[in-house]
């Protein structure tokens, strides 16, 4: 700021008042600064003035995610994006892999960087080490699952109903040797889905049986050898319950054993989570579907809501899916 000053034959203070945009500078000193800031390549340090005034927003807020290459979690992040850019924030955006030691690393950087508060879908572990950065000023949302040992907003989708219902489709079309196939169960959202399977089938007296449930599937390539042995199954399945977009997509990989079974995978199929032209698939996909872009537009609203002071107990906010049947749970 003293180099643009000297260039501009103006003082520091004039500067800082451009730059700030400040009012009450005269035109011809604003093109005199302007002019010394191109030729010397300035730019603001807004970190460096944060550390020299105390109570001063950065202005930016974190996101942290299990996996921003699954179009679910973009499509929160976009949603979230949009809230901040219409108050003028940034979004630092983070995966964990939902593992909890990365979960604690991504954190630990973003609040280096003293964001103002942290969208974030929890891992399976304890957040017990956040209340730290929460008794220092950082806000915390949690979405899509809550997080264990923090007493925060949460926002979620009734994930029980909604597999209940998925399954209860597929039962009320005749089947009843249905599969299993889910994400890793200390994930929050895994167990309330497969208990949803479970209470449908008990609701309609049909026992448990473990040799069709498969767990701990993180993307397509596990789903699709889960589907492999379960076909190979002597009684096989007849209908699988896919508990999120990707296992669905990996179990979409599996070729039917014969041309006519009008099935995918040789299987009737419902999955939780939409995905990408699902209607256009033969037979077009029946799903649970829910929504990101209001998942993440609702925990962005209570954030903002917190940082502008909002000092009141805990919400739990829970948003409804909607059930699409489309004709894959036929078989």
């Known amino acids: 700021m003293k180099d643009v000053a000297r260039a501009a034959g103006v003082s520091p203070m004039t500067v800082s008042r451009v730059v700030s945009g400040e009012p009450g500078v005269s035109a011809e000193r604003v093109a005199l600064v302007e002019q010394a800031v191109r030729r010397l390549g300035y730019r603001r340090d807004d970190n460096a003035r944060r550390l ?14 299990d996996d921003l290459a699954n179009p679910f979690y973009a499509l929160m992040a976009r949603s979230v994006e949009d809230a901040a850019r219409s108050r003028g924030y940034l979004v630092l955006v983070g995966s964990t892999n939902d593992e909890p030691r990365r979960e604690r690393e991504v954190i630990a950087a973003f609040c ?7 969208v974030l879908v929890p891992t399976s572990g304890g957040h017990g080490f956040l209340k730290r950065e929460m ?15 923090l007493a925060v907003d949460t926002v979620t989708v009734d994930n029980r109903a909604g597999a209940h ?4 489709h597929l039962l009320d079309l005749g089947h009843t040797r249905i599969g299993y196939l889910g994400d890793r169960l200390d994930i929050w959202t895994q167990r309330e ?22 767990h701990g599937l993180r993307g397509r390539a596990d789903a699709a050898a889960a589907v492999a042995e379960l076909r190979a199954q002597v009684p096989r399945p007849t209908a699988l319950f896919t508990s999120n977009d990707l296992i669905t997509l990996g179990a979409l990989d599996v070729p039917p054993v014969g041309k006519n079974e009008g099935t995918h995978g040789g299987c009737a199929i419902v999955g939780f989570d939409d995905v990408p032209l699902a ?22 609203s209570l954030l903002f809501s917190r940082i502008d002071g909002d ?8 948003l409804l899916t909607r059930f699409i049947p489309r004709g894959s749970g036929a078989g």
């Open 311 to 318: 000092r009141a107990a805990p919400r739990s906010v829970v």
């Open 279 to 300: 209607e256009r698939l033969d037979p077009p996909l029946s799903v649970v579907s829910q929504d990101p872009a209001a998942l993440g537009g609702t925990a962005a």
């Open 193 to 214: 889905r497969h208990a949803g399977y479970l209470e449908a089938l008990a609701a309609r007296g049909i026992p448990e049986a473990p040799e069709l449930v498969r």
């Open 112 to 118: 280096a960087r003293r964001v103002d508060g942290l």
């Open 52 to 65: 020299r005034q105390k109570d001063v927003r950065s202005s930016i807020i974190g996101l942290v995610v």
């Open 165 to 168: 219902r998925a399954v209860s």
């Open 135 to 149: 008794d220092g000023g950082t806000k915390v949302v949690c979405v899509d699952r809550p997080a264990h040992g």
